[in-house]
């Protein structure tokens, strides 16, 4: 039995921690608008759940004003050294980018992004925005149920590194309900309050390149001093009746709408929501979707895509006559962390937002004296092809959100979940969940998921025709509802508001 979503008339929040839920909604009560509340509840985020989202990671966002019906697009994903390339790293004796070592942190973007959203749209001032995440910093929280997992499924690792400052206490890693505090962290977010820029070029960079030298990594600072979040223009397909907005590259969003468009073709909604033909279909889809994303996909400053084309209908009934001989089905696919949040304001300003440093916890590189967990970003890089490592290059991002409009019924819908290289795949299910299928935004994100691995395997939560997926040749395995397969959050705008929250995390969405 499904939840009911949460109904509101003026503004809500939805995200994967209470008090992050709490931070965004407390801006908009007091008069804030939407972008105010992304910095709240995204700094928040980063102080409660580290080990998906830290300071230390990157940022992505989808931002609809209402007065000017548009929608922007912050890009805060980092880029690597100028001094890193193929023959340095291959150099090294590595013929990939290891997660847990320095090679793997890439300039962390999220600052930045945040304080570029806040200077174009934000209507409060931002360091009164960064009140409430300091203070939880400075005083401490209840640790989560997430985060006290992550500790306790990476003990080996916490205790072997510097983590082990901050989240262990007597030999042990802080369990569910411990108050954790981060008094380093809460110096670092003081000194962004006064000017986010210090992040890049005063104290905290300086700390940051000499940590990471420390630990041989290659990033100096005139990487971070360089650096900017940009502006992108979204890039969109339509799916039915619906507009659906994504992330361009270096952004896999395009995969979403490459799969979208294939999906249309196949008219879903003439097989059973759980049945074998839906899931069956969705993979075929899948397969075809992700080779494009392959093939073509990486930073667009160096690396020519041919993006138009790959996101039309037309290469979607190209993709759909290839034959079994055509696609490959070895195309590994990771389910990796990150956290995401949306958020509407009182004027109907609508922000989906995401932010990550990759693998779970990162690098596993820890700076005490900022109190920043860095991100493993880079390791997501190749030695050859489009995603090929190049100095001062921006990695193919996992990250990436959807808005979606259906002018006919003046609906705006916000969407983002967790979910790796299956994001994709899940922001698919999801959205026919919704349009082909008619659930509500509750039960769309509840409704049991699967995830096919890039091979021929498939793992999927109770509730399928598991027998009827064994007989068209499908490697099943189960697993009880819920489980891991991403933790998601919704929001959808007409005559009311509605807020959805995924029971797979520790997500709250509040409402008013």
Not at 313 to 337: C, Q, T
Request: net charge neutral.
């Amino acid at each position: 039995m499904f939840k009911n979503p949460i109904l509101a008339k003026n503004f809500g929040v939805s995200s994967e921690h209470p008090l992050a839920t709490l931070a965004g909604f407390e801006v908009l009560s007091q008069g804030g608008n939407a972008i105010d509340a992304t910095i709240s509840a995204s700094l928040t985020l980063a102080v409660t759940l580290p080990h998906l989202g830290s300071l230390g990671g990157d940022f992505f966002a989808l931002i609809y004003i209402n007065e000017e019906d548009k929608i922007y697009c912050i890009n805060a994903s980092g880029w690597v050294s100028e001094k890193i390339s193929v023959d340095e790293i291959t150099k090294r004796g590595y013929r990939n980018i290891i997660p847990e070592s320095a090679l793997s942190i890439v300039v962390p973007g999220m600052v930045d992004g945040l304080y570029k959203i806040h200077k174009r749209f934000g209507s409060k001032e931002f360091k009164e925005l960064l009140n409430f995440p300091l203070k939880l910093a400075e005083e401490g929280f209840p640790i989560s149920y997430s985060l006290s997992e992550g500790l306790i499924n990476n003990y080996n690792k916490i205790t072997k590194t510097d983590l082990k400052e901050v989240f262990t206490r007597n030999g042990e890693t802080l369990k569910t309900g411990e108050i954790l505090i981060q008094k380093n962290l809460a110096k670092t977010l003081r000194s962004i309050a006064e000017d986010p820029r210090i992040f890049y070029e005063g104290w905290i960079a300086e700390s940051l390149c000499k940590y990471i030298q420390s630990k041989g990594g290659i990033i100096e600072l005139d990487d971070f001093k360089k650096y900017e979040a940009e502006w992108v223009d979204p890039i969109k397909t339509e799916y039915k009746e619906y507009e659906i907005f994504e992330v361009p590259p270096n952004s896999q969003g395009a995969t979403t709408l490459i799969l979208l468009n294939i999906l249309e073709k196949l008219n879903l909604g003439k097989f059973k929501l759980n049945s074998a033909e839906r899931v069956h279909l969705m993979i075929e889809a899948s397969k075809r979707a992700y080779l494009v994303r392959n093939s073509f996909l990486g930073d667009p400053k160096f690396v020519k895509i041919p993006l138009e084309e790959l996101i039309s209908k037309e290469y979607a009934e190209k993709l759909l006559s290839m034959s079994n001989f055509e696609i490959v089905e070895d195309i590994p696919l990771r389910y990796l962390d990150t956290t995401n949040f949306v958020i509407i304001d009182k004027k109907g300003n609508i922000v989906s937002a995401i932010q990550s440093i990759y693998h779970h916890f990162g690098s596993f590189l820890f700076d005490s004296n900022t109190g920043i967990l860095l991100n493993s970003r880079a390791s997501y890089f190749n030695l050859t092809g489009p995603n090929k490592i190049e100095p001062r290059k921006r990695p193919l991002h996992t990250l990436s959100c959807i808005i979606a409009k259906n002018e006919k019924l003046n609906e705006k819908i916000a969407l983002g979940l967790s979910g790796g290289d299956y994001r994709p795949l899940l922001h698919a299910i999801i959205l026919t969940n919704i349009i082909d299928y008619k659930l509500n935004l509750q039960e769309a994100i509840e409704n049991p998921r699967f995830l096919w691995n890039g091979y021929k395997d498939l793992t999927i939560e109770e509730g399928y025709d598991i027998e009827g997926l064994k007989k068209k040749g499908h490697n099943v395995k189960v697993l009880k509802y819920p489980s891991r397969t991403g933790v998601a959050h919704a929001l959808s705008s007409s005559s009311i508001i509605t807020l959805a929250y995924d029971i797979r995390g520790d997500s709250l969405a509040i409402g008013y």
